[in-house]
């Protein structure tokens, strides 16, 4: 497979993990404090993220995330077409009183409740024991468990015995992710940090890596999920499918806000710009409106409204 089919492939991928993220499974959590934006305002309010909507402009759909006053998501919901916040069902993230994620639901569009989609166990040290997905409500249930060693979790399926792996490293924070995925084997993710920052997404295939690189501003970005150092397992099981983890799609890892992406492909010593975003900030330095552009067309958009 040449260079030219591996990124068109890989650029392929990535929209639909974006796409699948961001409207069925994955979820932001965020940050309250803003103690540090760029505007130097000499009184700014301290605003709390309320909604977060996520439009993809080619497929016309969007996903709407709104969080608690404490940073939690409390809701997310999926809009097309035909589909507005009024006729929409919706999930709900229930919360044990340590602040762990313990079952996230599904209602329908009249508010009631339809059932469970995933629970998650805890031990009496509050330590995550299983993850009960029941999908579709008519495959299943899964089950996946976790085991723990130094700086290493370990997780598999029970059912269909895929398995996955976080690494951390000696400040606790997460380095390294592998997941089974198919008869490909175990794909895997590095992240590099640069002054506690992530600032490169590795991806390793068989002839060399893809290395995602982020460039930020230094404005703090309303959906960095600060569960990502606090408490690494939680921001996975919050942010990511755990069959299917992956830091190229969605930006709760980084604490600035992105303004440019660029993929370099280490076997061939070649890079692309991947995405390119203009930020709108309010008076205060909060974030409001992000545009996501690709090959000069815009593809994504992102509003954010504030407590």
Same mark, same amino acid.
């Given at each position: 497979?040449?260079?030219?089919?591996?990124?068109?492939?890989?650029?392929?991928?990535?929209?639909?993990?974006?796409?699948?993220?961001?409207?069925?499974i994955?979820?932001?959590?965020?940050s309250?404090?803003? &103690?540090?934006?760029?505007?130097? +305002?000499?009184? %700014? +309010?301290?605003?709390?993220?309320?909604?977060?909507?996520?439009?993809?402009?080619?497929?016309?759909n969007?996903?709407?995330?709104?969080?608690?006053?404490?940073?939690?998501l409390?809701k997310?919901?999926?809009?097309?077409?035909?589909?507005?916040?009024?006729?929409?069902?919706?999930?709900?993230?229930?919360?044990?009183? +340590?602040?762990?994620?313990?079952a996230?639901?599904i209602?329908n569009?009249?508010?009631?409740?339809i059932?469970?989609?995933?629970?998650?166990?805890?031990?009496s040290?509050?330590?995550?024991?299983?993850?009960?997905?029941?999908?579709?409500?008519?495959?299943?249930?899964?089950?996946?468990?976790?085991?723990?060693?130094?700086?290493?979790?370990?997780y598999?399926?029970?059912?269909t015995?895929?398995?996955?792996?976080?690494?951390?490293?000696?400040?606790g924070?997460?380095?390294?992710?592998g997941?089974?995925?198919? %008869?490909?084997?175990?794909?895997?993710?590095?992240?590099?940090?640069?002054?506690?920052?992530?600032?490169?997404?590795?991806?390793?295939? +068989?002839?060399?890596?893809?290395?995602?690189?982020?460039?930020?501003?230094?404005?703090?970005?309303?959906?960095? &999920?600060?569960?990502?150092?606090?408490?690494?397992l939680q921001?996975?099981?919050?942010?990511?499918?755990?069959?299917?983890?992956d830091?190229?799609g969605?930006?709760s890892?980084?604490?600035?806000?992105?303004?440019?992406?660029?993929?370099h492909?280490?076997?061939?010593?070649?890079?692309?710009?991947?995405?390119?975003?203009?930020?709108?900030?309010?008076?205060?330095?909060?974030?409001?409106?992000?545009?996501?552009?690709?090959?000069?067309?815009t593809?994504e958009?992102?509003?954010?409204?504030?407590?």
């Open positions: 497979m040449n260079s030219k089919t591996n990124i068109k492939i890989k650029i392929i991928r990535m929209l639909q993990k974006i796409f699948i993220f961001l409207t069925a994955i979820v932001f959590s965020c309250s404090d803003d &103690d540090n934006n760029s505007n130097n +305002q000499e009184d %700014p +309010q301290n605003l709390i993220l309320k909604k977060f909507t996520y439009k993809n402009v080619d497929f016309d969007s996903s709407v995330l709104y969080f608690n006053t404490n940073g939690t409390e997310s919901l999926s809009l097309f077409s035909n589909i507005t916040e009024d006729n929409a069902g919706y999930n709900i993230y229930e919360y044990n009183e +340590q602040g762990n994620l313990i996230k639901k209602f569009s009249d508010n009631e409740f059932r469970n989609e995933r629970v998650y166990m805890y031990n040290q509050n330590i995550l024991t299983s993850v009960i997905d029941y999908g579709d409500g008519e495959n299943g249930p899964y089950t996946t468990s976790f085991s723990y060693s130094n700086n290493r979790i370990d598999v399926e029970v059912e015995n895929k398995t996955g792996y976080i690494l951390l490293d000696d400040l924070r997460i380095s390294k992710t997941h089974t995925a198919g %008869p490909s084997g175990i794909i895997e993710q590095e992240l590099i940090y640069e002054n506690n920052k992530v600032s490169e997404v590795r991806i390793p295939y +068989q002839q060399g890596s893809y290395v995602f690189i982020y460039e930020t501003d230094d404005n703090t970005n309303p959906l960095f &999920d600060t569960l990502f150092f606090e408490k690494p921001y996975i099981i919050l942010n990511h499918s755990l069959q299917d983890i830091f190229t969605i930006y890892h980084l604490q600035g806000n992105i303004t440019r992406e660029t993929i492909d280490t076997f061939y010593n070649n890079s692309y710009i991947n995405r390119e975003v203009s930020n709108t900030y309010n008076d205060s330095g909060y974030l409001v409106n992000a545009t996501v552009s690709k090959f000069d067309e593809t958009e992102f509003t954010f409204e504030y407590y």
